[in-house]
DNA sequence: GATGAATGAGGGTTCATTCAT
DNA sequence: CATGAATGAACCCTCATTCAT
């Protein structure tokens, strides 16, 4: 795995490096990355340019590193439910929903910092943009399917990639709704017949199972025994 | 709605509107809003900074009607075909699953200015995009679901706001990952077994149906008479 | 010949032209190339950096077209007299010895300049330098040497190339002597018996060209006539 | 004579002396003052910034020893021919102008480095410099000359301080021909005819040799018994 | 004495916007 | 109305020097 860091930023303390991390990924996430300030976000963690720099060459390799680290944050969250045996695709995709809509809750910064980097548009610096979360979720997803399909819970004519991909979009689409300014204004405008009405989080999630489960599983009542 | 333009831009004839605003979309799209430079925008077009200037008060208000323009455009390309009485909800569908992988091809500018747009992140600038696109593609989808539960082909069960706003989000998601490099190298994450495949796109789209319609429609068979 | 100068600039009129040449030249001469401040160079000659920006790229380009310049001026001072066919070899070196000793009083910054450029050691940026006003000179003396010879005034036995490198050398020194701080210590350091003498100028004068005259010409009582 | 280093360099072992010494003449060298970096001194011979301070106050006290160490080292390629008296000057001017081709390829970072303080420019830092090479070097040329009047074998009618000067520029310019890329580029383009030949530098030498016995002494068949 | 992490002023360059012509 | 020269604040990054350990 590419490494976008100095050997001296691991020789930090753990405080002090968990502050330079959360005041780049403030800066970033604030600001996006053209506007994000590197003086500022010096000033944000409490050292010096110089400091900052020495650690990181650039600005780039700072706002890559913060990417990476960002995506390991948010792989934990998807924890060892996924991998539990016992439980049943719907569950799975259940956890992962109400994921999408509780982690921008308690992440937002690191949400929209995800968002920020899908977002760097199309030039080359793309290239350099660490694609493991990426890598990592797709297998776990597919994986998934893929054991759903063994035991008869997840609908056997799907190409488990594909079903993957999609259903992964619409995790992701959620969790922008609730942690960037745009997506949300745009999941109000289709629910603005609501507006005012409690407990809307808990519909958008029975909702979205109810799209997930229509399109990727097997009714239980016409499930094989096995 | 909100206008971002001055007069002055209305009475120019057609050819040179046209001309700026391709130079605009352009230069937008291919370096981002932050790196665009409106000086070289009106390099492209042929204008002079001042002139552009005076068409438009700020760089946020040309951005701003450029995206405003650019929605006309994408709105036309979902056409008629959606009212169509005579089409059933499952065509429709269809219809907008290949214009998500077809569209890019044509308008990938335009594409991928949009989604510039959406990253703009979190700002206040944001408040003043306009969300009319939005809104009258929301509106539209919203009535077709609602339409096909009259109809018996979409079940029942699904709160329709929110069922097209998750129809909606596949839409994008596929739009983005044929029009925006991050978007598509995470599609070839997903599909990495197929690469070499042909007809890659035959088959995104036959499997993104499968899934909609799952999650969507009542299998033919089930469907009551009306 | 390469320009290292923006069209806009050629447009400006004269008198400013002038004073942003001779802030560039003053402000190189003074610091060096490397602690010459763009900043202050706009700010000398009365401008902004944006204007300094556009009539050059970058600070390299500056310096180089300020070099270039200031070989024209230099050029322009060895003028006529080199050309003239009347004047003998030992009235153009007279002239040329004189002139080393007077134009630094005259263009010190200038030449300064020329001694920082050739100072700019050992980089790459060296090969960007225009060389044009060494080949002009080198061709000028070398001319100057082969008529010379074949009048019989110039000994027939030198290599006239290598005879008018040397004896460019030997001019060369006299002006940085006489223009920057430390090759005119180092004349001090020779001449220090003479301190408090008067005419030192004219004594270094006839005394180099006692010099030349020894290692050039043939000797008048000796020359054969033609 | 001012001394420009701390107690504790010296106190150092001699080949940690040397290390120091020779990253110090290299990076100097390599870049030029302003360029040359302190941390990268230290790195190169490595010890640490901190110790690299403690022996020198600053970066220019660190230059200014160096230039001081390098003039010492040239002092003895001079070495004692220069003092024999059995020599004839003919003998001696030859071994100078030998020594001036082959000197840069022993030692070019050496001379580079001399010519990157003379081309300080025009600071007062530059009264600071160590002019004890200069001195010395001055008082040898003039000497040897003197001598040559005495024995017959030098003009006598040459002020021999002002030739000493002279000649000395004919050796100075030599060497940086051979050290330093303007220089050498300069000489190209005198001897650009002669390009292919092999064997140049042997004919440099002889020609500069022509002409300092020109300028400077009695041919042979002139010169009185004594 | 030795280390090397920390400092922060400084500089080349860009670009949205203005305004005299 | 059109032009495009002019503006200057803002930003990324460097490096001589210090000082706590």
Partial sequence: MRTFVNESFNRLDAEKRERIIRAAID???????????????????GISVGSLFSYFDTKENLFLYIVQYGSMIIEQYTGE????????????????????????????????LYH???????????????????????????RILEQGQKRGEV??????????????????SLQKAYSCDYYMIRLQIYTDPWIGETKNDERVISETLKFLYGALLIPENERKER
């Fill in 81 to 112: 439910v996924m991998e539990d045996e016992e439980k049943s695709v719907a569950e799975k995709i259940e956890y992962m929903v109400r994921l999408s809509v509780r982690a921008p809750r308690e992440e937002k910064a690191l949400l929209r």
């Fill in 155 to 172: 609908r056997a004519d799907l190409d488990v990639s594909l079903a993957a991909f999609t259903m992964d979009n619409v995790f992701m």
């Fill in 27 to 45: 800066e970033f996430s604030d600001r996006g990355y053209e506007l994000a300030n590197t003086n500022r976000i010096a000033e944000r963690a």
């Fill in 116 to 142: 920020e980097m899908s977002s760097l548009g199309n030039n080359d610096f793309l290239l350099r943009v660490p694609h493991s979360l990426e890598s990592f979720t797709a297998g776990k997803y597919i």
